[in-house]
């Protein structure tokens, strides 16, 4: 409790207020998963965007291409097409507006060119992974790169 218990009451009602805030922003692109206010988080579905091959996990990989970290897909397991966004309560609302502007943005890249969705992330050193190899050919080492000697 870095903030001490009188400062967390405080501090959870603008998780609970910004997550609001997020659901009442998408809920045009991104309809709730449940029709009931949120408390730390919302739970959206994009499986609308189904029908043009678009599945949740492409919406967050072009989350990346705008910037922002991609939320938790496919949890909870119950939602089809789900994304979990779960702003902080510190979160400005310049950041959440700008954070639903691009949302917005992409459910409409959704239904007019779904392709450029599913080649996301493009504005990346590193493209999209191919998830499936990943799980069957894992591997986590690092391989730390040598010091290349400095310029004079």
Same mark, same amino acid.
């Given at each position: 409790?870095?903030?001490?218990?009188?400062?967390?009451?405080?501090?959870?009602?603008?998780?609970?207020?910004?997550?609001?805030?997020?659901?009442?922003?998408?809920?045009?692109?991104?309809?709730?998963?449940?029709?009931?206010?949120?408390?730390?988080?919302?739970?959206?579905?994009?499986?609308?965007?189904?029908?043009?091959?678009?599945?949740?996990?492409?919406?967050?990989?072009?989350?990346?291409?705008?910037?922002?970290?991609?939320?938790?897909?496919?949890?909870?397991?119950?939602? %089809?097409?789900? *994304?979990?966004?779960? /702003? $902080?309560?510190?979160?400005?609302?310049?950041?959440?507006? @700008?954070?639903?502007?691009? =949302?917005?943005?992409?459910?409409?890249?959704?239904?007019?060119? %779904?392709?450029? *969705?599913?080649?996301? /992330? $493009?504005?990346?050193?590193?493209?999209?992974?191919?998830? @499936?190899?990943?799980?069957? =050919?894992?591997?986590?080492?690092?391989?730390?790169?040598?010091?290349?000697?400095?310029?004079?």
């Amino acid at each position: 409790l870095a903030y001490g218990k009188e400062q967390m009451s405080h501090i959870s009602r603008y998780s609970v207020l910004n997550a609001n805030y997020v659901q009442a922003r998408l809920r045009d692109v991104l309809p709730q998963a449940h029709n009931r206010p949120c408390m730390h988080e919302c739970v959206l579905t994009a499986q609308q965007y189904k029908k043009n091959g678009v599945r949740a996990l492409d919406i967050s990989k072009r989350l990346i291409d705008y910037g922002f970290h991609p939320p938790t897909n496919y949890f909870p397991l119950i939602v %089809p097409e789900c *994304l979990m966004i779960e /702003p $902080t309560e510190s979160e400005a609302k310049e950041t959440l507006d @700008a954070f639903c502007d691009a =949302l917005i943005a992409i459910c409409h890249e959704a239904n007019t060119n %779904p392709d450029l *969705l599913h080649e996301a /992330p $493009t504005s990346q050193v590193v493209g999209r992974l191919d998830e @499936a190899k990943a799980v069957k =050919l894992l591997d986590v080492k690092w391989q730390h790169a040598p010091e290349t000697p400095a310029t004079v």
